[in-house]
């Protein structure tokens, strides 16, 4: 509905990214400040009304809370709206889908999405595991890693596929990876036999098979589509935007392998966009886990259930293949900088859709999805993006 | 302009609130579940679209995160939008806007606003001063407790009155709270002297001048103003919501007594509701501390600068004086459990509105005022509501 009347449309007019690195001496707030002046430069604006700012491990790991209005006064900009919003490790994607309402809703003419994430400042497997039920999954001892490695598991055991099946999704990533300058693996040349041979972290899950602890922050600015040619010659379009959740905790759902949230909210998603996912050219996925990656194309229905992997295997994900995924190196090989994933992601999504992804470009890109996961699969976010 | 539209008006036609409590045996969403269910009932519908859930402290409290689709799984509403938002003490209001934004922005038909908290589970001050600036004042010591001190302290020096004059903040918030059976100090008598002899935590602020430690929950349904009747008779409309922000540390604003955030939005909110304060029947004001509730009935023009004391002192505050303020008992009495409190306080509203508020209620009252104050007020939501 939203999306059908024209003046709720909104368009991504600015974007704004800084390169992942393993651990950087700036501050949260210097690093969703620079992000932000960045997307406002490319947007040719020195304000925006509003700023919704995602991350998710900042309590424990800088002991800060309240990171939006933060963020608004380091940057200069007093006075504006700045709340901050949080999914787990969905939270980039909660930031943009927070933009969007304020656009739609017409409270905010321009409105800034700002994600940003300091993992190097302590130890974060144990503040993300917090993303699980305190009360019976991380007190008996689960952590996101140990999740992912269940799931991986039952698909091996269900399918008869191997451990070996999903490398092609990490050397997919550190492929592209090469050639993005904001990637955290950029020039690093990954062959199979690396992946093969990295150690086992949580079997069956290996090293290669799990995005890194880094350190990052990604900015987009928002308006109504109607207006968008004011700010920039090439805006980008938020077609749908769905959120979805799951029952919880994987022990709770019927098929664990089946990721309900991931179908329902991309479903909803592509009705919202009136488009089919056919139509997608290319899929910024959740590649957390090589098994996330997977058990998503399935979900979304690009491929038959036990036939993810394959899609990696036979090369189709490549940028060259029929649905190329993780264009600039995914959370694999860009780097997983939780609560701003999403948002470079969504700024990767606004380079290929304009033809200004250089060596990473997907030919005759005009359609792109994104889908961000939450926890174990519990919260899902699908935005469908077009020119 | 969002409001100016019938299309994109919102109202509220379900409340829900438990009793607020010292220390609680629940889990948070067994607690978030519970209001969830109470407010979905009292709107006569058993799903809601989209859930947004306030929550400040449960990363250290009780190690938990992504605690939107926590409650949304427990309350057995698998499927549905669920996120969680925050703006540090002002959470509540947080939550509130966004369920706002998802009805005016068309993305949800009924969604959800919840508030939950728990402070009983562990060391709440600490977790409390990260709404302040880990790197300059936290580091050195800042708490919400120390700069609340420090913003009393420069007014009694400015404007030469006593400690003693803030007392009937309390001492008002204290006899509302006796008639409010879910209010943290319901049925205790409290005497000025009571406030005067009590002891000093951080010169000049005494214990009465802070609000309480506890738990609590409180849950509103939204939905569009055009479809209201259809789910209640008694729907209370949202007039205006606006959010602004300060320098976020009080050290960095010309004059910390005037809170500008809250004149900002104040302002705001009023416009878009197109009444001026003087149509204020009602505020619920966020005396989280007595100093805070006298600046901000300065801010918001009720009282000339240094002499918002007055208001309280002369009586004006109570059920029946001119501007009732804190009608359930307040921040400072009915509790302040952060992420809950201005949940809490728009049910109160509610009841208010529709003249159901029993020994509390506040005569001829059509439009009531909320204010919420994130950190040292560099986080500011006003929001305005009518029949």
Redesign the interface.
């Given at each position: 509905?939203?999306t059908g009347?024209p003046l709720?449309g909104v368009s991504i007019v600015g974007i704004g990214q800084i390169p992942v690195q393993k651990a950087t001496n700036q501050?949260l707030?210097e690093m969703g400040s620079q992000v932000l002046h960045l997307a406002m430069e490319d947007a040719s604006v020195d304000r925006v009304d509003?700023l919704f700012v995602g991350n998710?491990l900042a309590?424990?790991l800088?002991?800060?809370?309240?990171i939006?209005?933060?963020i608004?006064?380091?940057a200069g900009?007093?006075?504006?709206?700045?709340?901050?919003?949080?999914?787990?490790t969905a939270t980039g994607a909660?930031a943009l889908?927070?933009a969007?309402?304020?656009v739609?809703?017409?409270?905010a003419r321009l409105a800034a999405a700002v994600g940003v994430e300091k993992m190097s400042g302590g130890l974060a497997t144990p503040?993300l595991a917090?993303?699980?039920?305190?009360?019976t999954e991380?007190a008996v001892g689960a952590t996101l890693l140990s999740q992912n490695a269940r799931l991986m598991q039952m698909y091996i055991d269900r399918y008869g596929v191997s451990a070996d099946d999903f490398n092609f999704f990490s050397l997919n990533a550190h492929r592209n990876a090469r050639t993005n300058p904001n990637a955290l693996f950029k020039d690093k040349k990954i062959f199979e036999s690396v992946i093969r041979n990295s150690p086992v972290i949580s079997p069956p899950l290996r090293l290669y098979d799990a995005s890194p602890v880094c350190d990052g922050a990604a900015a987009v600015i928002l308006t109504r589509s109607n207006e968008a040619r004011a700010y920039t010659d090439h805006p980008v379009k938020i077609l749908g935007?769905?959120?979805?959740?799951?029952?919880?905790?994987i022990d709770?759902r019927d098929d664990p392998l089946y990721l309900?949230?991931a179908a329902?909210s991309a479903h909803e998603a592509f009705r919202k966009a009136n488009v089919h996912r056919n139509d997608v050219d290319f899929f910024e996925v959740h590649d957390a886990f090589s098994i996330m990656a997977c058990l998503l194309l399935e979900a979304v229905g690009f491929a038959e259930r036990g036939e993810g992997w394959r899609m990696a295997a036979d090369h189709k994900i490549t940028l060259r293949g029929p649905l190329p995924v993780a264009t600039f190196g995914g959370l694999k090989a860009r780097g997983h900088p939780i609560g701003a994933t999403a948002l470079y992601q969504t700024c990767e999504i606004v380079l290929q859709l304009t033809e200004r992804a250089g060596r990473n470009q997907v030919k005759n890109a005009e359609l792109a999805l994104l889908q961000s996961v939450?926890?174990a699969a519990?919260?899902l976010l699908t935005h469908i993006f077009g020119v």
């Open positions: 509905m939203s009347d709720r501050s707030k509003a998710m309590d424990e800088q002991g800060q809370k309240h939006a209005t933060l608004a006064s380091e900009l007093r006075g504006i709206e700045a709340l901050q919003v949080r999914a787990a909660a889908r927070m969007y309402f304020a739609a809703s017409g409270e503040a917090k993303a699980l039920d305190a009360k991380t935007s769905s959120v979805a959740t799951d029952w919880f905790r709770d309900f949230a329902h939450g926890g519990s919260t």
